[in-house]
């Protein structure tokens, strides 16, 4: 069955960085556009980044772009996202989900990771 | 950038109807995914492509799309469905997935 495994995730303070990673099996990986999804405590969902199958493929929120780096490695089935000059306001629960083309749904979501941003 | 609105709450008697709307520009153009989240739990997909049910879904739950809003119907409610309920498109011209702000449903 699909699983997808999020890892990383803590308290950094701000101006740190941090690395989160999403480990995926269950599907043919490179044939799926892999995302990133927060939920800040208490708020709704905020779609962060996608990767596309190549890796080639990459689109930002604007909100993160020039501070995060989504990656992707066919080999290894695995996700990340590289966070650098975090801030406050990048608290939150961060999800990693898979969808086969920009018109499909999130089908599946992995359980997520906190990222707590505090000094 | 693409916005979607959606009513912060809703709330409806067990058995009735709830309806969560979902208001955006031309948004009938577009495919609507609806996901429903429950307290500490990631979020699970509803209905698909503006009327589409996932296996396993179900069939209280419908879907319609046109002009510049979308709905998510659940039909005969139950205790069950309490929950947030976020709508989703895909914006092509800027590749974004973009998230209404989340409606949350109240079962009386």
């Known amino acids: 069955q699909v699983e997808l495994v999020e890892s990383g995730g803590g308290v950094v303070q701000p101006g740190r960085s941090l690395r989160l990673s999403c480990a995926a099996s269950?599907?043919?990986?490179?044939?799926?556009?892999l995302h990133w999804v927060r939920q800040a405590p208490g708020k709704g969902l905020e779609w962060v980044a996608v990767v596309w199958y190549d890796g080639n493929h990459i689109s930002y929120e604007d909100s993160v772009k020039g501070r995060f780096t989504i990656s992707r490695d066919n080999f290894k089935n695995t996700l990340h996202l590289h966070m650098t000059n975090l801030r406050a306001e990048d608290t939150a629960v961060y999800y990693c989900?898979?969808?086969?083309?920009?018109?499909?749904?999130?089908?599946?979501w992995g359980q997520g990771t906190l990222v707590t941003v505090s000094s | 950038s693409y916005v979607l609105t959606q009513p912060p709450a809703v709330s409806v008697a067990p058995g009735q109807t709830a309806r969560i709307t979902c208001g955006g520009a031309n948004i009938g153009s577009k495919s609507v995914h609806w996901y429903q989240q429950k307290p500490g739990l990631a979020p699970v997909v509803v209905v698909y492509d503006d009327s589409e049910r996932p296996s396993g879904i179900p069939e209280r739950f419908s879907g319609s799309n046109s002009g510049n809003t979308a709905t998510l119907t659940i039909n005969r409610v139950e205790a069950g469905d309490e929950a947030d309920y976020y709508c989703?498109?895909?914006?092509?011209?800027?590749?974004?997935?973009?998230f209404g702000g989340g409606t949350k449903v109240t079962v009386l």
């Open positions: 269950g599907f043919t990986f490179a044939s799926y556009g």
């Open positions: 989900a898979k969808a086969k083309t920009g018109y499909n749904p999130l089908d599946y």
């Open positions: 989703q498109v895909w914006h092509s011209s800027s590749d974004h997935y973009v």
